[in-house]
Protein backbone atom coordinates (compact mmCIF):
# COMPACT_ATOMS: atom_id res chain seq x y z
CA UNK A 1 0.00 0.00 0.00
CA UNK A 2 1.51 3.34 -0.71
CA UNK A 3 0.67 5.58 2.39
CA UNK A 4 -1.73 8.19 2.69
CA UNK A 5 -0.03 11.77 2.65
CA UNK A 6 -2.24 12.62 6.25
CA UNK A 7 -2.46 10.59 8.85
CA UNK A 8 -4.53 12.49 11.49
CA UNK A 9 -7.63 12.03 12.80
CA UNK A 10 -10.85 13.59 11.15
CA UNK A 11 -12.41 15.35 13.62
CA UNK A 12 -16.31 16.28 13.26
CA UNK A 13 -18.09 19.42 13.81
CA UNK A 14 -21.15 17.98 14.44
CA UNK A 15 -22.92 15.51 16.90
CA UNK A 16 -21.08 12.73 17.77
CA UNK A 17 -22.62 9.06 17.43
CA UNK A 18 -24.07 7.83 20.14
CA UNK A 19 -24.50 4.37 19.40
CA UNK A 20 -21.41 1.90 20.21
CA UNK A 21 -21.37 0.21 16.23
CA UNK A 22 -21.59 3.61 14.91
CA UNK A 23 -18.61 4.89 17.26
CA UNK A 24 -16.42 2.50 15.53
CA UNK A 25 -16.30 4.63 12.00
CA UNK A 26 -12.88 6.38 12.75
CA UNK A 27 -11.61 7.80 9.69
CA UNK A 28 -8.04 9.49 8.43
CA UNK A 29 -8.30 11.95 6.29
CA UNK A 30 -6.97 13.24 2.87
CA UNK A 31 -7.75 14.99 0.02
CA UNK A 32 -6.51 14.03 -3.82
CA UNK A 33 -6.82 16.25 -6.58
CA UNK A 34 -9.26 18.28 -5.19
CA UNK A 35 -12.25 15.40 -4.16
CA UNK A 36 -12.14 14.35 -0.23
CA UNK A 37 -10.69 10.72 0.05
CA UNK A 38 -9.86 8.62 2.94
CA UNK A 39 -9.73 5.59 5.15
CA UNK A 40 -12.65 4.47 7.18
CA UNK A 41 -11.35 1.40 10.08
CA UNK A 42 -14.64 0.07 10.48
CA UNK A 43 -18.11 0.48 8.44
CA UNK A 44 -20.47 -1.64 10.47
CA UNK A 45 -20.67 -3.51 13.45
CA UNK A 46 -19.07 -6.76 14.45
CA UNK A 47 -22.27 -8.65 14.48
CA UNK A 48 -23.79 -6.62 11.60
CA UNK A 49 -20.11 -7.69 9.55
CA UNK A 50 -20.12 -11.34 10.47
CA UNK A 51 -24.04 -12.06 9.97
CA UNK A 52 -23.46 -10.32 6.51
CA UNK A 53 -20.87 -12.75 5.50
CA UNK A 54 -22.29 -15.70 6.72
CA UNK A 55 -25.40 -14.60 4.72
CA UNK A 56 -23.24 -14.30 1.73
CA UNK A 57 -21.30 -17.52 1.82
CA UNK A 58 -24.85 -19.36 2.40
CA UNK A 59 -26.21 -17.79 -0.96
CA UNK A 60 -22.57 -18.93 -3.04
CA UNK A 61 -23.57 -21.83 -4.26
CA UNK A 62 -26.56 -20.27 -6.30
CA UNK A 63 -24.02 -18.77 -8.79
CA UNK A 64 -20.72 -20.02 -8.91
CA UNK A 65 -22.06 -23.43 -9.84
CA UNK A 66 -22.96 -21.97 -13.56
CA UNK A 67 -21.17 -18.77 -14.08
CA UNK A 68 -22.08 -18.77 -17.92
CA UNK A 69 -25.80 -18.58 -17.32
CA UNK A 70 -27.39 -15.91 -18.80
CA UNK A 71 -30.06 -15.10 -15.74
CA UNK A 72 -27.99 -15.58 -12.74
CA UNK A 73 -30.10 -16.44 -9.52
CA UNK A 74 -29.59 -15.57 -5.32
CA UNK A 75 -31.21 -17.16 -2.18
CA UNK A 76 -31.56 -14.18 -0.50
CA UNK A 77 -31.69 -11.09 -3.21
CA UNK A 78 -34.26 -10.44 -6.22
CA UNK A 79 -31.08 -9.58 -8.53
CA UNK A 80 -28.16 -10.32 -9.64
CA UNK A 81 -25.99 -8.18 -12.17
CA UNK A 82 -23.05 -9.85 -14.24
CA UNK A 83 -20.33 -7.39 -13.63
CA UNK A 84 -15.98 -7.60 -15.38
CA UNK A 85 -15.07 -10.20 -17.65
CA UNK A 86 -17.93 -12.52 -16.43
CA UNK A 87 -15.57 -12.59 -12.82
CA UNK A 88 -17.79 -10.25 -11.13
CA UNK A 89 -21.42 -10.05 -10.02
CA UNK A 90 -23.07 -7.75 -8.18
CA UNK A 91 -26.40 -8.28 -6.20
CA UNK A 92 -28.02 -4.92 -5.55
CA UNK A 93 -29.34 -4.27 -2.67
CA UNK A 94 -31.31 -1.15 -3.93
CA UNK A 95 -33.02 -0.66 -7.59
CA UNK A 96 -30.41 0.21 -9.98
CA UNK A 97 -32.77 0.66 -13.02
CA UNK A 98 -32.39 4.29 -13.14
CA UNK A 99 -35.85 4.89 -12.99
CA UNK A 100 -36.82 3.72 -9.31
CA UNK A 101 -35.31 6.49 -6.73
CA UNK A 102 -34.79 5.29 -3.07
CA UNK A 103 -34.02 7.91 -0.88
CA UNK A 104 -33.86 8.88 2.56
CA UNK A 105 -33.65 11.41 5.34
CA UNK A 106 -31.13 11.31 7.92
CA UNK A 107 -31.68 12.67 11.46
CA UNK A 108 -29.19 14.80 13.13
CA UNK A 109 -26.90 11.68 14.11
CA UNK A 110 -27.04 10.73 10.86
CA UNK A 111 -28.97 8.03 11.00
CA UNK A 112 -32.15 6.95 8.63
CA UNK A 113 -35.32 8.41 9.74
CA UNK A 114 -37.83 6.07 8.77
CA UNK A 115 -36.08 3.10 8.22
CA UNK A 116 -39.14 0.72 7.64
CA UNK A 117 -39.41 2.40 4.57
CA UNK A 118 -35.97 2.36 3.77
CA UNK A 119 -36.11 -1.73 4.49
CA UNK A 120 -39.19 -2.23 2.12
CA UNK A 121 -37.50 -0.64 -0.39
CA UNK A 122 -34.09 -3.01 -0.53
CA UNK A 123 -33.99 -6.31 -3.04
CA UNK A 124 -33.51 -8.67 -0.16
CA UNK A 125 -35.27 -11.39 2.41
CA UNK A 126 -31.99 -11.56 4.38
CA UNK A 127 -32.43 -9.63 8.30
CA UNK A 128 -28.53 -9.60 8.12
CA UNK A 129 -28.42 -7.71 4.73
CA UNK A 130 -31.03 -4.98 5.50
CA UNK A 131 -28.46 -4.73 8.66
CA UNK A 132 -25.47 -4.00 6.35
CA UNK A 133 -27.50 -1.74 3.66
CA UNK A 134 -28.26 0.80 6.58
CA UNK A 135 -25.82 0.86 8.93
CA UNK A 136 -23.46 1.35 5.33
CA UNK A 137 -25.79 3.65 4.49
CA UNK A 138 -25.36 5.83 7.73
CA UNK A 139 -21.59 5.22 8.29
CA UNK A 140 -20.89 7.25 4.84
CA UNK A 141 -24.01 9.85 5.77
CA UNK A 142 -21.84 10.40 8.82
CA UNK A 143 -18.40 10.91 6.90
CA UNK A 144 -19.72 13.86 5.54
CA UNK A 145 -22.04 15.50 8.33
CA UNK A 146 -25.50 14.65 6.43
CA UNK A 147 -27.02 15.51 9.83
CA UNK A 148 -30.91 16.08 8.90
CA UNK A 149 -30.97 16.32 5.35
CA UNK A 150 -32.47 14.07 2.35
CA UNK A 151 -30.39 12.09 0.23
CA UNK A 152 -30.72 9.84 -3.37
CA UNK A 153 -29.13 6.42 -3.01
CA UNK A 154 -28.37 5.35 -6.00
CA UNK A 155 -26.03 2.37 -4.85
CA UNK A 156 -25.91 -0.83 -2.31
CA UNK A 157 -24.78 -3.67 -3.47
CA UNK A 158 -22.36 -6.18 -2.75
CA UNK A 159 -19.60 -7.14 -5.51
CA UNK A 160 -18.13 -10.62 -5.75
CA UNK A 161 -15.23 -10.39 -7.68
CA UNK A 162 -14.31 -14.63 -8.34
CA UNK A 163 -10.50 -14.61 -8.68
CA UNK A 164 -9.04 -18.10 -10.43
CA UNK A 165 -5.55 -18.86 -11.36
CA UNK A 166 -5.57 -16.23 -14.20
CA UNK A 167 -6.28 -13.56 -11.32
CA UNK A 168 -8.58 -10.66 -12.29
CA UNK A 169 -8.11 -7.07 -13.84
CA UNK A 170 -9.16 -4.17 -11.92
CA UNK A 171 -10.91 -3.06 -14.65
CA UNK A 172 -11.14 0.90 -15.89
CA UNK A 173 -10.86 4.39 -14.08
CA UNK A 174 -14.32 5.54 -13.29
CA UNK A 175 -15.90 8.08 -11.13
CA UNK A 176 -19.34 6.47 -9.75
CA UNK A 177 -22.29 8.13 -10.40
CA UNK A 178 -22.84 10.27 -6.97
CA UNK A 179 -21.81 12.66 -4.93
CA UNK A 180 -20.35 10.37 -2.23
CA UNK A 181 -19.09 7.11 -2.15
CA UNK A 182 -18.56 3.89 0.75
CA UNK A 183 -16.52 1.29 -0.59
CA UNK A 184 -15.51 -1.78 2.11
CA UNK A 185 -13.59 -4.95 1.91
CA UNK A 186 -15.73 -7.98 3.29
CA UNK A 187 -13.73 -10.57 3.15
CA UNK A 188 -9.79 -11.98 3.87
CA UNK A 189 -9.18 -14.36 0.81
CA UNK A 190 -5.96 -12.21 0.94
CA UNK A 191 -4.60 -13.15 4.06
CA UNK A 192 -1.77 -15.83 4.23
CA UNK A 193 -3.15 -19.12 5.41
CA UNK A 194 -1.56 -22.24 5.85
CA UNK A 195 -1.85 -24.82 2.75
CA UNK A 196 -4.52 -22.62 1.11
CA UNK A 197 -3.87 -20.34 -1.91
CA UNK A 198 -4.53 -16.64 -1.41
CA UNK A 199 -4.76 -13.26 -3.60
CA UNK A 200 -2.04 -10.33 -3.52
CA UNK A 201 -3.23 -6.64 -5.12
CA UNK A 202 -6.88 -6.00 -5.19
CA UNK A 203 -6.89 -2.46 -3.47
CA UNK A 204 -8.42 0.15 -4.64
CA UNK A 205 -6.32 2.37 -6.73
CA UNK A 206 -6.81 6.40 -7.09
CA UNK A 207 -5.03 8.76 -9.36
CA UNK A 208 -5.65 12.41 -11.44
CA UNK A 209 -8.00 12.37 -14.39
CA UNK A 210 -6.17 13.13 -17.21
CA UNK A 211 -6.55 16.33 -19.32
CA UNK A 212 -8.77 15.98 -22.16
CA UNK A 213 -10.82 12.53 -20.72
CA UNK A 214 -14.29 13.47 -21.78
CA UNK A 215 -16.14 10.09 -22.13
CA UNK A 216 -13.65 7.57 -20.95
CA UNK A 217 -11.00 8.37 -18.21
CA UNK A 218 -7.80 7.93 -18.18
CA UNK A 219 -5.33 8.57 -15.19
CA UNK A 220 -2.33 11.20 -15.40
CA UNK A 221 1.07 9.71 -15.56
CA UNK A 222 2.82 9.00 -12.76
CA UNK A 223 -0.36 10.13 -10.24
CA UNK A 224 -1.62 6.52 -9.47
CA UNK A 225 -1.50 5.00 -5.90
CA UNK A 226 -2.72 1.61 -4.82
CA UNK A 227 -4.52 1.75 -0.83
CA UNK A 228 -5.02 -1.90 0.34
CA UNK A 229 -7.90 -2.27 2.13
CA UNK A 230 -8.57 -2.58 5.73
CA UNK A 231 -9.08 -5.41 7.03
CA UNK A 232 -12.15 -6.99 9.35
CA UNK A 233 -14.50 -4.04 8.39
CA UNK A 234 -12.14 -1.33 6.67
CA UNK A 235 -12.48 0.69 4.05
CA UNK A 236 -12.56 3.96 1.82
CA UNK A 237 -14.81 6.87 1.58
CA UNK A 238 -14.83 9.61 -1.18
CA UNK A 239 -16.31 12.56 -3.30
CA UNK A 240 -16.96 12.16 -6.94
CA UNK A 241 -17.82 15.69 -7.74
CA UNK A 242 -15.46 18.11 -5.89
CA UNK A 243 -12.45 17.42 -7.90
CA UNK A 244 -10.41 15.40 -10.62
CA UNK A 245 -10.07 11.88 -9.07
CA UNK A 246 -10.95 8.53 -10.38
CA UNK A 247 -10.18 5.62 -9.30
CA UNK A 248 -10.19 1.48 -9.85
CA UNK A 249 -9.93 -1.51 -8.34
CA UNK A 250 -5.95 -3.19 -8.56
CA UNK A 251 -5.30 -5.92 -10.56
CA UNK A 252 -5.45 -9.37 -8.34
CA UNK A 253 -2.92 -11.89 -8.38
CA UNK A 254 -3.62 -15.98 -7.56
CA UNK A 255 -0.79 -17.10 -5.53
CA UNK A 256 -1.07 -21.27 -5.34
CA UNK A 257 -0.20 -23.95 -2.68
CA UNK A 258 3.17 -25.04 -3.59
CA UNK A 259 1.51 -28.88 -2.66
CA UNK A 260 -1.32 -30.47 -2.69
CA UNK A 261 -4.45 -29.94 -4.92
CA UNK A 262 -5.89 -26.83 -6.48
CA UNK A 263 -8.84 -25.13 -4.40
CA UNK A 264 -12.34 -26.10 -6.32
CA UNK A 265 -13.56 -22.61 -5.46
CA UNK A 266 -12.24 -19.70 -6.79
CA UNK A 267 -10.83 -16.77 -4.22
CA UNK A 268 -13.33 -13.98 -3.75
CA UNK A 269 -12.84 -10.19 -3.35
CA UNK A 270 -16.21 -9.15 -1.60
CA UNK A 271 -16.99 -5.74 -1.50
CA UNK A 272 -19.87 -3.75 -0.27
CA UNK A 273 -20.20 -0.34 -2.43
CA UNK A 274 -22.58 2.42 -1.20
CA UNK A 275 -23.21 5.86 -3.18
CA UNK A 276 -25.72 8.66 -2.76
CA UNK A 277 -26.06 12.06 -3.52
CA UNK A 278 -27.83 14.91 -2.99
CA UNK A 279 -31.31 14.94 -4.45
CA UNK A 280 -31.60 17.09 -7.67
CA UNK A 281 -33.82 20.50 -7.26
CA UNK A 282 -37.65 19.42 -9.40
Not at 52 to 63: G, T
Not at 65 to 81: F, L
Not at 144 to 167: A, C, E, T, W
Amino acid sequence: MISLSSDVNFQRSMAVPATKEASTSTATVDVKFGDKFWTVHKVVGEETFKNANEAIKKDSAYFIENSSSSSMKSKYCSQVVRGINNSQYALPLVRIDGKTKTTVKFDHQCQIIDQKSFEHQLQTSHPALFKLAREGVETLARQFSLHNQPMDISRVSILRNYISRKGISGGRWHRDGGDYSLVMLMNDDSVIKKNAPYYTGGGLQTAKIKTGSIFSFFADEGTDEEHEYPLNGGGFAFTNNQGHLVHRGADCKYVPVETGEHLATPLEKRLLLVVMSHPKPK
